[in-house]
């Protein structure tokens, strides 16, 4: 079956520190990729999606690029503020009848120092 | 006011207690989910409905049932809750036209 894994967390930076979150996914189709955003006390929210191969999702200030050569879709922000400090979680799901069906990976929570 | 809307925002029973937990929205979405979350887990499909008239299991349904009272309202029962389904419950909602799924704020469930 379908599967995103994430890099473990947690993950401190420093404000101004360049960030990756890694994200892996196994699918038997061609699956769309996403990443929401969870901040204290409140749901998911979409920060940014891709529907194809090599297609970057941008938002904020992050990016991320579906390389499906690799099946990946990693998180990168250049320069992190504290306001960034939340749970990031990446997750796929297929278009057609099947939509919305999200499979997410297990979250990597983010804080960021002043 | 939010577009997607869970109540209670938290809860503690007993086990075995009977539990129903509503999500209502303002979005006009054919499609609603409720998920939970645990820690190191992510988010797990519990049961998603694309119409009225249409209900599904998610990956992890047993113990678990489902309302579908109009296109706006979806609730989730725990028959007889126990402790293992303590966790954060979400609602989330999304229309027909290939759009992102749109979350509630949770319920934080807790089951003693």
């Not at chain 1, 990443?35 to 891709?50: D, I, R």
């Not at chain 1, 990016?63 to 503020?81: I, M, P």
């Not at chain 2, 989330?92 to 469930?109: E, I, M, V, Y």
């Amino acid at each position: 079956g379908d599967s995103v894994t994430q890099m473990e967390g947690p993950v401190t930076l420093s404000e101004e520190a360049f960030l990756t979150i890694n994200c892996t996914y196994t699918a038997t189709g061609y699956p769309s990729l996403f990443w929401y955003v969870q901040y204290p006390g409140e749901g998911l929210q979409l920060l940014l999606k891709a529907t194809k191969a090599d297609d970057k999702g941008s938002n904020k200030g992050f990016e991320a690029t579906y390389r499906k050569e690799t099946t990946s879709f990693h998180l990168e922000k250049g320069s992190v503020q504290v306001s960034d400090s939340a749970v990031y979680f990446c997750a796929l799901s297929y278009g057609g009848t099947s939509y919305g069906k999200l499979t997410f990976g297990q979250g990597t929570i983010l804080t960021v120092h002043p | 006011d939010a577009d997607v809307t869970q109540t209670p925002r938290n809860r503690i029973t007993k086990t075995g207690k009977r539990i129903m937990l509503e999500c209502s929205q303002t979005k006009g979405h054919d499609r609603m989910y409720w998920y939970r979350q645990d820690p190191g887990l992510g988010l797990r499909l519990i049961y998603y409905s694309f119409d009225v008239k249409d209900i599904n299991k998610g990956e992890i349904s047993d113990g678990y049932s489902v309302s579908r009272q109009a296109q706006a309202k979806f609730s989730l029962s725990l028959e007889s809750a126990i402790p293992n389904q303590t966790a954060l419950y979400f609602c989330a909602t999304s229309d027909s036209n290939n759009q992102p799924q749109h979350f509630g704020d949770g319920t934080r469930l807790s089951i003693l």
